[in-house]
């Protein structure tokens, strides 16, 4: 890469930077409202438990109810960026501690419930094997009676830059139909479908927006 090339490469925003603080302060808060709130071990503990678990979903809820839904190719020029990455960090605090998710996993429909709560769908009747990672819980829907191998991924966002040096977001719900199989470390993009029925298998990709199985192209007839 040349100097002039390298000079060019859009800059993250000072939103985007100044955002990076939002999951460091949602957990040092809540540690403060629990303790100044109650003067026991138990009562500090569900404090902070409600705090950690209910905020960034309602937060996410209430974001996307204002300013909607961020879907498409995204640049930082545009709101829909700004919602994302707001979403995103209010995120960021799951991915980093991902056994915080996994307590949910443990009592049947409340993983679901809470999904639901950020405005993804996941059905009660589907099962996610230990290590799953959804990155973008607004955005994401599985069907019933799936299955969510050990850490397979449901990306909902892909960064890249485009031809000009821009940053670039695609975001999209992936989607896993009912009873399909999404196999071990198997990862879909945003926007790519899992058919109903269909297994992918284990360590395998379905990129942005395509599906599997994949659509076979029949050469046109002269």
């Keep these: ?55 960034p979903p309602l937060a996410a809820r209430l974001i996307i109810t204002i300013w909607g839904r961020p879907e498409g190719r995204l640049t930082q020029d545009m709101r829909a960026y700004r919602v994302w990455w707001a ?34 769908q996941l059905s009660p009747y589907a099962y996610v094997a230990p290590r799953v990672l959804i990155t973008d819980r607004h955005a994401v829907r599985v069907e019933r009676g799936a299955v969510l191998g050990m850490k397979s991924i449901l990306a909902g966002h892909l960064v890249q830059r485009d031809e000009t040096g821009r940053w670039l977001v695609l975001a999209a719900a992936p989607i896993v139909e009912s009873e399909a199989i999404l196999g071990g470390a198997a990862q879909l993009g945003p926007g790519a479908v899992l058919r109903a029925g269909k297994m992918l298998p284990t360590g395998c990709r379905v990129h942005p927006f395509e599906e599997w199985p994949r659509r076979k192209v029949h050469p046109q007839t002269p």
């Design 87 to 120: 979403l995103t960090q209010w995120q960021i605090l799951f991915n980093r501690l991902p056994w915080l998710e996994e307590l949910l996993r443990l009592v049947p429909g409340l993983y679901a419930l809470w999904i639901g709560l950020w405005g993804g």
């Design 1 to 55: 890469m040349t100097d002039v090339e390298s000079y060019n490469l859009e800059k993250p925003s000072a939103f985007s930077l100044w955002l990076n603080g939002l999951p460091l302060l949602h957990l040092i808060s809540g540690l403060g409202i629990s303790v100044g709130m109650s003067e026991t071990t138990s009562g500090c503990v569900g404090i902070l438990a409600v705090w950690i678990y209910l905020l």
